[in-house]
């Protein structure tokens, strides 16, 4: 099962399953979850042979950082079996909003991961079970523009917010692109170019569950990727002359406009311009924004070309 073209998803598994055993938090697990995202970043996008081994290239030196040799016999469990583990977890809070999204992140990008590989092994979907259901009230964020994180959470949606009825993947994934496209400066901050990569992964996390054809979860986890998008739309009406309120423990005033990357994720420049280690993989943003983004872009057919663009300052900028 886990043979050379496939040992990342099985690496990338037992990070996210290391993380809380190892650290004490969910954070670790950023790293398994992006090791995932760039096997299936290479994989979807039809990457030139240059462009797939430097994003390998690149993977395989995170991994030598954060993968820890396993100690547990290794009893393999079935993708039916390791499912119903996770997704049994994940049910304790897809309707709410977690940490923003990394709850169903986590739990979506594992699924995939053991589709793909058809199966695991038991203790490590034990484990991811765990990091999963220890979201249980958790904040749903600790930067934002606007809002306390108090405040999100009693955020509720109406019909003045005009957001559209979503009923599956490809209408979610227009959504998000549009959403994207609308803004008209984007902040390097935790707050918001941060949360807007945020919007795109944990879309694109609700996406993979439809696609495996858990439609419930799709549908009751969109509520907490709405919250989000109306927190972000917020930051598009900013007037400069007023002061602008964040809360965060990371961001400062005054917010500083993101870099605008010269090159993007599927060209060759843009990974001869990458330090992972120097950047400690943007915490494993360098694979899971691409990924993210990508899928959007992939699924919809006329997507705005303003979104592309916006990606450009999402990313690490190259």
Same mark, same amino acid.
């Given at each position: ?8 998803? &099985?690496?990338? %598994? ?21 090791? =995932? ?9 039809? +990457?030139? &042979?240059?462009?797939?081994e430097a994003v390998a290239a690149e993977n395989r030196r995170m991994l030598g950082k954060y993968l820890q040799p396993g100690t547990v016999t290794e009893e393999s469990v079935s993708v039916e079996s390791a499912e119903s583990l996770i997704l049994a977890a994940l049910d304790d809070t897809i309707d709410g909003l977690h940490w923003v999204g990394h709850n169903v992140?986590?739990?979506? =990008? #594992?699924?995939?991961? %053991? ?32 809002? #306390? /994180?108090?405040?999100?959470?009693? +955020?509720?949606?109406?019909? +003045?917010? &005009? ?13 998000? %692109? ?37 439609? /419930? ?35 400062? %005033?005054?917010?500083?406009? /993101? ?8 060209? #060759? ?6 330090? &992972? ?14 990924? #993210? ?13 303003? /979104? ?11």
């Amino acid at each position: 099962m886990r043979d050379n073209d496939t040992a990342i998803l &099985g690496d990338g %598994l037992s990070i996210l399953s290391q993380s809380r055993r190892q650290t004490g938090d969910i954070w670790q697990a950023h790293y398994g979850a992006a090791a =995932i995202a760039g096997y299936f970043f290479i994989k979807a996008n039809h +990457l030139t &042979g240059k462009v797939e081994e430097a994003v390998a290239a690149e993977n395989r030196r995170m991994l030598g950082k954060y993968l820890q040799p396993g100690t547990v016999t290794e009893e393999s469990v079935s993708v039916e079996s390791a499912e119903s583990l996770i997704l049994a977890a994940l049910d304790d809070t897809i309707d709410g909003l977690h940490w923003v999204g990394h709850n169903v992140i986590y739990a979506a =990008i #594992s699924l995939a991961a %053991l589709h793909e590989l058809g199966g695991g092994l038991c203790h490590e979907a034990t484990d991811i079970a765990e990091l999963v259901s220890s979201f249980v009230k958790t904040i749903p964020g600790r930067s934002w523009i606007g809002y #306390s /994180a108090a405040e999100v959470k009693r +955020l509720t949606l109406d019909e +003045l917010d &005009g957001i559209p009825e979503i009923t599956d993947g490809d209408q979610l994934s227009a959504f998000i %692109l549009n959403e994207l496209a609308s803004y008209s400066v984007i902040y390097r901050a935790e707050a918001h170019h941060d949360l807007m990569g945020h919007m795109l992964t944990f879309s694109h996390a609700l996406n993979i569950l439809y696609d495996l054809g858990h439609h /419930a979860y799709f549908h009751r986890g969109l509520p907490g990727l709405l919250k989000i998008v109306k927190v972000l739309r917020t930051s598009n009406q900013l007037d400069p002359a007023e002061p602008i309120r964040i809360v965060s423990p990371v961001d400062r %005033l005054p917010l500083v406009e /993101a870099a605008r990357s010269s090159c993007l994720p599927h060209q #060759s420049e843009y990974w001869a311009g990458i330090d &992972g280690a120097a950047t400690d993989w943007d915490f494993g943003h360098l694979f899971k924004f691409p990924f #993210s983004f990508y899928h959007h872009w992939n699924r919809v057919s006329g997507a705005p070309a303003k /979104a592309m663009e916006n990606f450009r300052y999402i990313i690490h900028p190259v």
